[in-house]
């Protein structure tokens, strides 16, 4: 099994920054894909930013040229750097995290609210 637990949330003012971090713990870690999800109220959950283990990126339109995902194969962890944050990217983040061992299965984290203020 693969534990995820984020770290980093919090609350900022528009046009701050936060940065997340996802790190992976558990008995099978090779993991391949990492993402960061958000869900706000009343909205359904959206992918932010996903990176394979080689390092390729994809990142939703709305957040593109502001927030940069990147990992650490060797520590199992996953981040989220997010510059000039809007109230629209206030969220629930979730990560997760594609373990190679356990079949593909899918692991995901409890998430750490995100707030931004006007």
């Known amino acids: 099994q693969v534990q995820l637990a984020e770290s980093g949330g919090g609350l900022v003012q528009s046009g701050g920054s936060l940065r997340l971090s996802c790190a992976a713990s558990g008995s099978k870690l090779s993991l391949d894909a990492m993402g960061w999800y958000r869900q706000a109220p009343g909205k359904q959950r959206e992918l932010v930013a996903a990176?394979?283990?080689?390092?390729?990126?994809n990142y939703a339109d709305s957040v593109k040229g502001r927030f940069t995902i990147s990992r650490n194969n060797a520590k199992n962890t996953v981040y989220l750097q997010m510059n000039s944050l809007e109230p629209e990217d206030t969220a629930v983040y979730s990560c997760?995290?594609?373990?190679?061992?356990?079949?593909?299965?899918?692991?995901w984290g409890q998430g750490t609210q995100v707030t931004v203020s006007s």
């Open positions: 997760n995290a594609t373990s190679l061992e356990s079949g593909y299965k899918v692991f």
């Open positions: 990176i394979t283990r080689g390092g390729y990126t």
